[in-house]
C-alpha cells in the first residue's frame, strides 16, 4: 500500500464552475477525513466518514460542499459554484481504531485548489 | 472545544542548533498528540505520536514531550540542519475523538 492518494495535484477552474476531487484512503482504514489549508492557517476539519456513513461535517461545510464515500473506499470532495474564497489546499486523511492508536492519521499530498 | 496554539509562529535559526517548538491545547482529556511536518506547497508528514500514557517519543533528532496535565507538548530539535526548513503542525483530537484539531504551526528555517 502506498498511502493516501489524492486527485489532482493541483487544480485550476474559473469561479462558478464545479470540481471534484478524489482521494484514496489507506485500504484497510474504515476512516476517512477531508480538511482544507489556507495559506498560513493550520489545516481545519470538514468532514469524516466511517466506512460509507458520513458521519459528522463542520460548519465549514456549506450547502456548496458535499462529499460522498460509496462503499466505504475511495471518497469524493465536490465544490459547485466555486469562489475565491474556495481556493485552497483540500487534505484527505485516513485511519482506523487500529492504526490511530499506533500511527495516528496517515495525510494525502492534496489538492490545490484555485479559483480564478 | 479543543483550541490548539503553537509559538513561536516563525523561527530562523543557523544550522547545528538545538530548537524547541511549543504546542498548547485546551482540552486536556486527550489520548493521544501528533506532530507534523509540512513542506511547501505538500501534504503532512507524520513526524511523532504520543500516547496520552507517554511522556515523550523520540525520532531521530527529534524528540517531542506531552504533559496533559499543563496542556502543553514540546517538539525539540536537535543539531538542526537546513533540511528541517519547513513548517511544523502540532494537532491533538477534538472532544469527540472523532478528528484532529491543528495549530498554526511554526515556520522554521535553518541557515547554512
Same mark, same amino acid.
Given at each position: 500500500?502506498?498511502?493516501?492518494?489524492?486527485?489532482?495535484?493541483?487544480?485550476?477552474?474559473?469561479?462558478?464552475?464545479?470540481?471534484?476531487?478524489?482521494?484514496?484512503?489507506?485500504?484497510?482504514?474504515?476512516?476517512?477525513?477531508?480538511?482544507?489549508?489556507?495559506?498560513?492557517?493550520?489545516?481545519?476539519?470538514?468532514?469524516?466518514?466511517?466506512?460509507?456513513?458520513?458521519?459528522?461535517?463542520?460548519?465549514?461545510?456549506?450547502?456548496?460542499?458535499?462529499?460522498?464515500?460509496?462503499?466505504?473506499?475511495?471518497?469524493?470532495?465536490?465544490?459547485?459554484?466555486?469562489?475565491?474564497?474556495?481556493?485552497?489546499?483540500?487534505? /484527505?486523511?485516513?485511519?482506523?481504531?487500529?492504526?490511530?492508536?499506533?500511527?495516528?492519521?496517515?495525510?494525502?499530498?492534496?489538492?490545490?485548489?484555485?479559483?480564478? | 472545544?479543543?483550541?490548539?496554539?503553537?509559538?513561536?509562529?516563525?523561527?530562523?535559526?543557523?544550522?547545528?542548533?538545538?530548537?524547541?517548538?511549543? /504546542?498548547?491545547?485546551?482540552?486536556?482529556?486527550?489520548?493521544?498528540?501528533?506532530?507534523?511536518?509540512?513542506?511547501?506547497?505538500?501534504?503532512?508528514?507524520?513526524?511523532?505520536?504520543?500516547?496520552?500514557?507517554?511522556?515523550?517519543?523520540?525520532?531521530?533528532?527529534?524528540?517531542?514531550?506531552?504533559?496533559?496535565?499543563?496542556?502543553?507538548?514540546?517538539?525539540?530539535?536537535?543539531?538542526?540542519?537546513?533540511?528541517?526548513?519547513?513548517?511544523?503542525? /502540532?494537532?491533538?483530537?477534538?472532544?469527540?475523538?472523532?478528528?484532529?484539531?491543528?495549530?498554526?504551526?511554526?515556520?522554521?528555517?535553518?541557515?547554512?
Amino acid at each position: 500500500d502506498t498511502g493516501v492518494s489524492q486527485d489532482p495535484r493541483h487544480k485550476i477552474t474559473k469561479r462558478g464552475q464545479n470540481v471534484t476531487f478524489r482521494c484514496d484512503p489507506i485500504s484497510e482504514h474504515n476512516r476517512l477525513y477531508w480538511y482544507r489549508q489556507t495559506l498560513g492557517q493550520g489545516p481545519e476539519f470538514l468532514t469524516y466518514f466511517q466506512n460509507e456513513a458520513q458521519l459528522e461535517k463542520s460548519r465549514l461545510l456549506s450547502d456548496r460542499f458535499s462529499a460522498e464515500r460509496p462503499k466505504g473506499s475511495f471518497s469524493t470532495l465536490e465544490i459547485q459554484r466555486t469562489e475565491q474564497g474556495d481556493s485552497a489546499m483540500y487534505l /484527505c486523511a485516513s485511519s482506523s481504531p487500529q492504526a490511530r492508536a499506533a500511527y495516528g492519521y496517515t495525510f494525502g499530498s492534496g489538492t490545490r485548489l484555485t479559483v480564478v | 472545544k479543543q483550541e490548539v496554539t503553537q509559538i513561536p509562529a516563525a523561527l530562523s535559526v543557523p544550522e547545528g542548533e538545538n530548537l524547541v517548538l511549543n /504546542c498548547s491545547f485546551t482540552d486536556s482529556a486527550i489520548y493521544n498528540l501528533q506532530w507534523f511536518r509540512q513542506d511547501p506547497g505538500k501534504g503532512l508528514t507524520s513526524l511523532l505520536l504520543i500516547q496520552s500514557s507517554q511522556r515523550e517519543q523520540t525520532s531521530g533528532r527529534l524528540n517531542a514531550s506531552l504533559d496533559k496535565s499543563s496542556g502543553r507538548s514540546t517538539l525539540y530539535i536537535a543539531a538542526s540542519q537546513p533540511g528541517d526548513s519547513a513548517t511544523y503542525l /502540532c494537532a491533538a483530537p477534538n472532544q469527540a475523538g472523532t478528528a484532529l484539531i491543528f495549530g498554526k504551526g511554526t515556520t522554521l528555517s535553518v541557515s547554512s
